[in-house]
């Protein structure tokens, strides 16, 4: 069960209510009870242990110890990718929170087209992985776009690897603190065109085992790869 749930702004130490969606999830789905606890958090770092006062039908009224801050993370991984269809891809975003990616960027491909706007639904699903893994920076999830777009963006980190069956392992240099961004290709692979661009973008290939995998799972496997390394 998650015990950590997500708030605008953290309330200040001593009692608070909290109301809408929030207070129908913890009073009336997990029916807290007077004495029991969970964690605020804002997603920023900042957190804060809420033990339930009263119960109400619109509202829960807690107590709020002191606020803590966590430090930013010192390894971020930018994990850019094609989005599989439907159910596929938000097994990517629910299971790309849970191992620590930090900034989602959903592309567009030769080989993969809009499927309509999922961003307010793809958010939801991270946000609740975050609480259930108590994670204490929620991920950012930017607008899907164009590979084109996306490769000409002078914001992405310096460190850029993409999967790819020909490369070598990740090294102690491609894992060091900082930010990375890694790339996964759709279904089929990237067009000749998309590959070259990728080159020249400064991407370099990377492989996560002997296998061909599918994109949600070459993601999350790169992903946990780089990740696992700071541990």
């Known amino acids: 069960m998650a015990n950590r749930y997500f708030v605008d702004e953290l309330p200040p130490a001593g009692p608070a209510r909290l109301e809408g969606p929030l207070a129908h999830h913890l009073g009336t789905v997990l029916r807290l009870r007077p004495g029991e606890t969970c964690t605020l958090a804002d997603g920023r770092g900042g957190a804060a242990l809420a033990t339930i006062a009263t119960v109400g039908k619109r509202c829960v009224d807690v107590q709020v110890s002191p606020a803590t801050t966590a430090p930013p993370p010192a390894r971020r991984l930018h994990l850019a990718f094609a989005p ?50 108590d994670r204490n920076f929620l991920p950012e999830l930017r607008a899907p776009r164009e590979l084109a777009a996306f490769l000409a963006d002078a914001t992405l980190p310096a460190r850029r690897f993409v999967g790819a069956g020909d490369g070598g392992p990740f090294t102690a240099a491609d894992t060091a603190p900082g930010d990375a961004v890694l790339l996964i290709g759709p279904e089929g692979g990237f067009d000749p065109a998309e590959h070259a661009a990728v080159a020249a973008a400064g991407f370099v290939p990377r492989t996560f085992g002997p296998h061909i995998l599918r994109t949600e799972t070459a993601a999350i496997v790169g992903a946990g790869i780089w990740l696992a390394a700071g541990c």
Do not use: M, S, Y
């Not at 269809?85 to 299971?95: D, M, Q, S, T, Y």
């Not at 620590?100 to 991270?126: C, S, Y």
């Open 84 to 133: 599989p269809r439907l159910a596929r891809a938000e097994w990517l975003f629910e299971h790309g929170t849970e191992v620590g990616v930090a900034v989602f960027h959903p592309l567009w491909t030769a080989r993969t087209r809009p499927q309509g706007d999922r961003l307010e639904r793809w958010q939801k699903i991270a946000n609740a992985a975050a609480g259930q893994c």
